[in-house]
């Protein structure tokens, strides 16, 4: 028999690519049960929409209710399908068969989480462009526990741009983590190593996604990155992801001599100076003030919401 699969796709201003998104999930080749929109703010919706399409359902939420792991462990737990798919509303399916690829990977037992490759956009730089293949290679690999000595915090590194789930081993292990203010993938990806699970990246699921990050943003995104990681040790003291980041600069440095561009490497070091200054203070973020925090989280809303939640545990 045929796994049934669904998908989950949070959505916040949805835009031309979203619109893409959707119309490439209605070509593929492997059978799609219910599509889950779970939008933020339904004024910033299109009026007409998707609400027409049959297997679509859209759900409507406050900017303050949404969470990273909370609102999408909330979606899955509305379907029912044997494999859950969740993507972000800007990653484009590069062809018909990314659904069928990323099935596939399941018919390995021990496989509870797949994950597709990233390709790069039309106006993608050309340091993103190499992170891209650095991080999304042209090889599918499977990864298990036995693999955290050789790649370390690649192990479990899984993204939700575009990752599905065997739904029977995401709800034994308690879903997504309700709070968190980013890597609710990598923290799940996480307990699945532990637990003896593998994990597939299939290359041959192709999304299209990526972003010119501004130095600013990259420090900010990076902030709340590590942020997750200093609230989750259980997860990421397995493996260091300093040194990963560290062989990433350099082998883009290489590359960037390689294609006759090594006045980009400046631009390469400013980029990665922000990078490990975000991260560094976002694993200390504990010892900060709390203005400090403000001012480097990209997630302010996330810290509001924590504010409250602590103020009713004392309650």
């Known amino acids: ?139 599918s690999s499977v990864k298990t526990k036995a693999d955290l000595d050789r790649l370390g915090i690649k192990t479990f590194f899984c993204s939700n741009v575009c990752a ?10 308690g879903g ?38 501004t130095n600013r943003q990259q420090l900010h995104r990076n902030f709340d990155l590590a942020v997750s990681q200093a609230d989750h040790p259980e997860i990421f003291a397995m493996a260091k992801s300093e040194s990963e980041g560290i062989r990433m600069v350099k082998a883009t440095a290489a590359y960037l001599i390689s294609q006759r561009k090594p006045y980009l490497i400046p631009v390469l070091g400013m980029r990665s100076a922000s990078k490990l200054l975000g991260y560094r203070l976002g694993r200390s973020y504990q010892k900060l003030p709390e203005k400090i925090v403000l001012h480097f989280t990209g997630n302010k809303s996330y810290w509001e919401k924590k504010k409250k939640l602590q103020s009713r545990c004392k309650n």
């Open 1 to 139: 028999m045929k796994k049934t699969v669904d998908v989950v796709i949070p959505s916040y201003k949805p835009d031309h690519k979203f619109d893409r998104l959707m119309h490439m999930l209605q070509k593929q080749t492997y059978p799609i049960g219910t599509i889950l929109i779970v939008n933020t703010e339904e004024k910033f919706f299109p009026e007409k929409g998707y609400e027409t399409w049959q297997n679509v359902q859209i759900r409507h939420i406050e900017t303050e209710d949404f969470d990273h792991g909370g609102t999408r462990d909330g979606a899955a737990s509305l379907l029912d399908g044997d494999l859950i798919l969740f993507m972000t509303q800007d990653a484009v399916p590069a062809d018909v068969y990314l659904v069928e690829k990323l099935v596939s990977a399941f018919e390995k037992e021990k496989v509870a989480a797949a994950y597709a490759r990233q390709l790069p956009d039309k106006d993608c730089d050309i340091i993103e462009r190499y992170t891209r293949s650095f991080n999304y290679p042209k090889e």
């Open 164 to 173: 599905m789930y065997r739904r029977s081993i995401y709800e034994k292990l």
């Open 176 to 213: 997504f983590v309700k709070h968190t203010i980013f890597n609710e993938d990598m923290i799940f990806a996480g307990k699945l190593i532990q637990e003896g699970y593998a994990i597939a990246y299939v290359a041959e699921a192709r999304v299209v996604h990526s972003h010119n990050y």
